[in-house]
């Protein structure tokens, strides 16, 4: 691989890192993460948080994407 074959994908990588972060700035401020159906599990110092429902919803909403973009 060659020098600007390496810098092309090392700004690919890091483009699509920058948009992955933006993704997660959003879901934040839309209070995605907190929906009912996520549990949160605590005792003492000791905290578990597993997004249930916050997953379920990503995979409908990627799958319905994925299904109208792939579709011939």
């Known amino acids: 691989m060659d020098l600007p074959s390496l810098g ?3 700004v690919v990588v890091g483009l ?3 948009a992955v ?5 959003v879901a934040g401020a839309l ?3 907190r929906l009912p159906g996520d549990l949160s ?3 003492g110092n000791v905290r578990v948080y597993v997004p249930l429902a916050t997953c379920l919803l990503l ?7 994925l ?6």
């Open 21 to 25: 972060g933006l993704v997660l700035v």
């Open 31 to 33: 209070g995605l993460g």
């Open 59 to 65: 995979s409908a909403v990627a799958t319905v994407v």
């Open 8 to 10: 092309r994908a090392i």
């Open 16 to 18: 699509g890192l920058a």
């Open 41 to 43: 599990l605590g005792k």
């Open 67 to 72: 299904n109208l973009i792939l579709r011939r």
